[in-house]
């Protein structure tokens, strides 16, 4: 089962010279391996630790702290329940 999973709009603050901060909003579509990133996760906890695992593959691949979770990817993920996370 893979599914491609829009990740967040995340907001990046770029300095230009001679300008002040811009704010520009980037959204990107990834598919994030979660198997792997909550395997030994207690029950009670997949859920959150996905958005947590989620938050930081895209503060990496993006090189920004601010980054948001989509609401439809927020549905998706506790669409099953807290312990029952989709795998991709």
């Not at 990740?7 to 001679?18: I, N, P, R």
């Not at 994030?32 to 930081?56: D, Q, S, W, Y």
């Not at 329940?81 to 989709?86: A, D, Q, S, T």
Request: hydrophobic share 35%; glycine share 4%; net charge positive.
């Amino acid at each position: 089962l893979s599914l491609s999973l829009p990740l967040s709009d995340a907001t990046a603050t770029m300095v230009e010279k001679g300008k002040s901060r811009k704010d520009e909003v980037v959204s990107r579509e990834y598919t994030i391996n979660l198997h792997k990133r909550l395997h030994g996760c207690t029950f009670k906890k997949k859920a959150p630790k996905a958005v947590k695992e989620i938050k930081k593959f895209a503060q990496k691949t993006m090189g920004t702290t601010d980054v948001r979770i989509d609401v439809k990817l927020n549905k998706h993920l506790w669409s099953r329940g807290i312990r029952n996370v989709p795998r991709r």
